[in-house]
């Protein structure tokens, strides 16, 4: 199908290590979002993107976590050293980026740190 | 913060219809209210949204109260594959449009 696809679908990481969570948005939507879903929660809001240019990252927790959306398309979602309070789904969801667009959000990555 | 109220959970029988409320007594007049629900282990789907006439769609209908203060949800017939939770969210575009979701409603329809 045309929608919002990340991968991997499941990453398990030993403490301490690097990981990078991939979103594909829909084709040509300007719009990209990552969110954070701890178990039992509501999603968190991370960082937003319109094309290339990272226009909020307030949500971040810390410096140990970085996006990027070099080309406008594709977005990477990169942990540093990661933690055990890093466990969580990772959501993407992108749209078209006018105004009152509605958000299509992928199946999200299943991160346990271990 | 989440600019809406819900409550944690609902029961619906199959067949009937579920009302699911919302309270978003701080909105202001360029806010939109969205809902969302997500099943079990995928990403939240988009349902509807409205401003302040009330909407409808395939999968839904949006009540607004006239002074925008509350807002009901509406599956008319409500089947099984409709438990999930339901968010109510108020998008500020102010903020970039990001959506603030906050605990939602945990839907149970019942046979």
């Known amino acids: 199908g045309a929608g919002v696809s990340q991968s991997p679908r499941y990453k398990v990481a030993k403490r301490g290590q690097d990981v990078a969570l991939r979103c594909d948005p829909i084709?040509?939507?300007?719009?990209l979002f990552w969110y954070q879903q701890a178990l039992g929660q509501g999603p968190e809001f991370l960082t937003y993107f319109q094309n290339e240019a990272q226009l909020d990252k307030s949500g971040l927790p810390s410096d140990r976590f970085f996006a990027e959306r070099p080309e406008g398309s594709v977005s990477t979602l990169k942990i540093q050293r990661t933690q055990q309070e890093d466990s969580a789904v990772y959501l993407c969801?992108?749209?078209?980026?006018?105004?009152?667009?509605?958000?299509?959000f992928g199946s999200g990555t299943q991160l346990s740190v271990l | 913060d989440a600019k809406t109220t819900q409550p944690p959970s609902m029961d619906c029988a199959e067949g009937r219809a579920a009302n699911l409320p919302c309270n978003h007594s701080?909105?202001?007049?360029?806010?939109?209210v969205y809902w969302y629900r997500q099943i079990h282990s995928q990403g939240p789907q988009y349902i509807i949204h409205?401003?302040?006439n009330n909407e409808t769609n395939e999968m839904a209908s949006l009540i607004i109260t006239e002074d925008r203060k509350s807002s009901t949800l509406i599956l008319p017939h409500a089947t099984l594959r409709d438990t999930a939770v339901y968010y109510c969210i108020v998008r500020d575009y102010n903020q970039g449009g990001k959506l603030i979701f906050g605990q939602g409603t945990e839907l149970s329809v019942k046979p």
């Open positions: 701080t909105i202001s007049g360029n806010e939109y």
């Open positions: 969801a992108s749209s078209l980026g006018q105004m009152n667009e509605k958000l299509f």
């Open positions: 409205g401003l302040k």
């Open positions: 084709s040509g939507h300007v719009s």
